[in-house]
């Protein structure tokens, strides 16, 4: 059964404390996305990766967030130093280029900066 | 500026009743289109997509999509609504090209009333 898994599920940090989300996505997907998600934004693309190369990173705080991708099974969102209004969703997405551009979501992260 | 519209916020349904929501858009052509439900704490999961064809599409749960070009819409319905489908559902769209990102209307919730 093939899914995109993130890792944790839940995080609770104080404000300046670095944290980093991990994202397996589904083997053979070339596409990664990272969305946030809060009641006020809603869904916002932070950006997203082809073939582990950043293609688009203009919806993310350049200052604190930073996004990789180490290898093809492993993407990380990473935030130093944290910040109460980084409390959200975070959401992993993978997906195959040119096959329907389906995106499959992970269960997401829930990130609690107090 | 390109744009997705969801024009209800919330939406309660009997049980047994129909559903519609709606989905305009604002792009300078015609995009991919989209809807996905997210239950709750959980991540976003694909119900149906329209790149060409058909302007009637069929999804998984019973739901249904019909595109009009005319409208700029993309309204998703259900004929008979069950408890399970309390959710909130979110339209999408994605440019015709390399650069597939998603991007999301801000969300209509479904509650399904006894």
């Known amino acids: 059964d093939a899914r995109v898994t993130q890792t944790p599920r839940h995080k609770v940090t104080e404000m300046g404390q670095e944290v980093t989300m991990r994202c397996q996505p589904i083997l053979g997907h070339n596409t990664v996305f990272w969305y946030r998600q809060t009641m006020m934004q809603g869904l916002e693309l932070l950006a997203y990766f082809r073939n582990r190369a950043p293609l688009d990173d203009s919806g993310m705080p350049k200052d604190r967030f930073s996004a990789e991708m180490p290898d093809a099974t492993l993407a990380t969102l990473k935030i130093q130093p944290s910040e109460p209004r980084d409390s959200a969703v975070y959401f992993c997405?993978?997906?195959?280029?040119?096959?329907?551009?389906?995106?499959?979501f992970g269960q997401g992260t829930r990130l609690t900066v107090v | 500026a390109q744009s997705v519209t969801q024009p209800d916020i919330h939406i309660t349904v009997s049980e047994g009743a129909s559903l519609e929501l709606r989905c305009n858009y604002s792009?300078?052509?015609?995009?991919?289109l989209f809807w996905y439900v997210q239950s709750p704490g959980q991540g976003l999961q694909l119900l149906l997509k329209?790149?060409?064809?058909?302007?009637l599409v069929q999804g998984i749960k019973g739901f249904e999509a019909e595109f009009k070009r005319s409208q700029s819409s993309f309204n998703l319905r259900k004929p008979s609504v069950h408890w399970s489908d309390a959710a909130e559902y979110f339209c999408a769209v994605s440019p015709r090209s390399n650069d597939y990102k998603l991007s999301f209307g801000a969300g209509t919730t479904v509650t399904v009333r006894a």
């Open positions: 997405a993978s997906g195959l280029q040119g096959d329907s551009t389906e995106a499959f």
């Open positions: 792009y300078g052509a015609t995009p991919y």
């Open positions: 329209y790149f060409s064809g058909d302007t």
